[in-house]
């Protein structure tokens, strides 16, 4: 996120009078101060402590999110749902959807388990209200550790998920490290932890996304990014095919199978 994109969105929700220039002058840490004033409580933590690329980024993921565009919450990193949401709020600016087709992928590959879960549409009866307590009660123990996507300096061994899903979660990646062998693992980036839930709707969509119900789970979305197809986006090579069908033996649904974009994502959900 650049300082102009930054001042654009400060500007836009009414934070911010002075000119699009790039330079953060007075004029922008006094709209950052203000976005910092006016969205503190869906801060991560006290902006005081952040740097000041940090406190620019987390002054732009707070005009996101007063402009109703779900950056997430408000840290101060470019992960993809931030620039998801500033995908979505430059298309709204000019006057062009950002909307995502997501229609199912004839002859696609896919598993009997996959049947054990619900269709989209009937994920509240399977899975209970989205965002509710049940949507992050299950804990994944992971396999090998994973680094976050949007900070890679940080390291997680477990994250949270719907109730039903913490079982099949950690055998996936349990049997993903059997397979490859931590090396590998690696080397194909499948440690690399892009989220599980986010209570927010679907991207380039209108209806609540998987991840409300912590029914999905990304990963790698630099290499993998929503809009990429399978002659780009890294998963959708061979040496992946195993992974996928590890996902698909225990009930996941892979995007790139299904929809054919959004490699970095797979939930446990049919179209």
């Known amino acids: 996120m650049q300082v102009s994109d930054i001042q654009m969105l400060l500007a836009d929700v009414g934070w911010y009078t002075g000119a699009i220039d790039g330079d953060a002058g007075p004029k922008t840490w006094a709209a950052v101060s203000r976005a910092e004033q006016l969205q503190g409580t869906n801060y991560r933590d006290a902006p005081s402590r952040w740097s000041k690329r940090r406190r620019l980024i987390g002054a732009g993921q707070a005009a996101l999110t007063a402009l109703g565009h779900e950056p997430g919450v408000i840290d101060g990193r470019t992960g993809h749902n931030t620039a998801e949401a500033l995908t979505a709020w430059r298309s709204?600016?000019?006057?062009?959807?950002?909307?995502?087709?997501?229609?199912?992928?004839?002859?696609?590959?896919?598993?009997?388990?996959?049947?054990?879960?619900?269709?989209?549409?009937?994920?509240?009866?399977f899975?209970?209200?989205?965002?509710?307590?049940?949507?992050?009660?299950?804990?994944?123990?992971?396999?090998?550790?994973?680094?976050?996507?949007?900070?890679?300096?940080?390291?997680?061994?477990?994250?949270?998920?719907?109730?039903?899903?913490?079982?099949?979660?950690?055998?996936?990646?349990?049997?993903?490290?059997?397979h490859y062998g931590q090396a590998d693992i690696e080397r194909l980036q499948l440690n690399v932890f892009g989220g599980c839930f986010n209570f927010r709707k679907k991207r380039g969509g209108s209806t609540l996304s998987t991840h409300a119900y912590g029914a999905a789970v990304d990963l790698?979305?630099?290499?993998?990014?929503?809009?990429?197809?399978?002659?780009?986006?890294?998963?959708?090579?061979?040496?992946?095919?195993?992974?996928?069908?590890?996902?698909?033996?225990?009930?996941?649904t892979p995007a790139g199978y299904a929809w054919g974009k959004d490699w970095m994502h797979f939930q446990f959900a049919r179209l």
């Open 92 to 125: 709204a600016k000019a006057g062009v959807s950002a909307a995502v087709e997501r229609s199912p992928v004839a002859g696609s590959s896919s598993h009997p388990k996959q049947d054990t879960f619900p269709r989209q549409r009937d994920m509240a009866d």
């Open 127 to 178: 899975y209970g209200e989205a965002g509710g307590p049940q949507c992050t009660a299950g804990k994944v123990d992971l396999a090998y550790p994973m680094v976050i996507a949007w900070n890679k300096r940080q390291t997680i061994q477990r994250f949270s998920c719907h109730e039903k899903l913490a079982q099949p979660l950690t055998d996936i990646f349990r049997h993903a490290l059997q």
């Open 220 to 252: 790698n979305p630099e290499q993998n990014q929503l809009r990429w197809g399978a002659d780009r986006a890294q998963f959708a090579r061979r040496e992946y095919e195993p992974f996928w069908n590890i996902v698909m033996a225990h009930g996941g």
